[in-house]
């Protein structure tokens, strides 16, 4: 991991796990689940709030007051509220990305879940999404929530990654290993 990078995610887990000590202190772990969804969202569709972040251009106060009417415009719980005005102040904004990922994985760890990336070659439906979920459950040992890609390329088949575990049943996957066993034999 780059430098810049590891610093962010060291900013971001600091604040991610006072954030969820507050909010389990206070018995509030379900408000904190929607405000991670709601900032999780408006960085996927807002060009704008991402700018809002991560531009220099903007003064502390202007970051606050924008953080304050975008909390309270999004209904964000009064500790989200509170702590994105306080990153705001000590310019610190940018690291909100990482704060919403890395709040989604404490509260999974939090409730014994663990969270599954996988990538396919066509969109699954949800009867497949349910019995590779209850697959990997059986493996795992805990309730797995899978967050899903396309990725055409693969031709057919899954690439599951689960914590450092990777399961690749890709025929992508398949093709390049025979084609590295033709180029070993000739």
Not at 81 to 90: D, P, S
Not at 101 to 120: M, N
């Amino acid at each position: 991991m780059s430098e810049p990078a590891s610093i962010s995610m060291g900013i971001a887990d600091r604040y991610a796990t006072a954030v969820f000590d507050i909010a389990k202190d206070a018995k509030k772990i379900k408000a904190l689940e929607g405000d991670v969804a709601a900032l999780s969202e408006a960085l996927d569709t807002s060009a704008d709030f991402t700018a809002l972040l991560t531009s220099p251009l903007y003064s502390r106060e202007e970051q606050g007051a924008a953080m304050a009417a975008l909390a309270k415009k999004m209904k964000l719980s009064p500790t989200m509220t509170n702590t994105l005005g306080l990153m705001a102040a000590k310019r610190r904004l940018f690291v909100v990305p990482q704060l919403v990922a890395r709040l989604r994985d404490i509260i999974a760890e939090d409730k014994g879940e663990v969270t599954a990336e996988v990538v396919s070659a066509k969109a699954l439906t949800k009867a497949q999404s349910d019995k590779l979920a209850k697959t990997l459950k059986a493996s795992v040992g805990k309730t797995v929530t899978l967050n899903t890609t396309v990725d055409e390329s693969l031709i057919g088949g899954l690439v599951v990654k689960v914590g450092s575990k990777m399961i690749d049943t890709s025929v992508k996957s398949k093709l390049n290993a025979l084609q590295n066993t033709m180029k070993e034999v000739g």
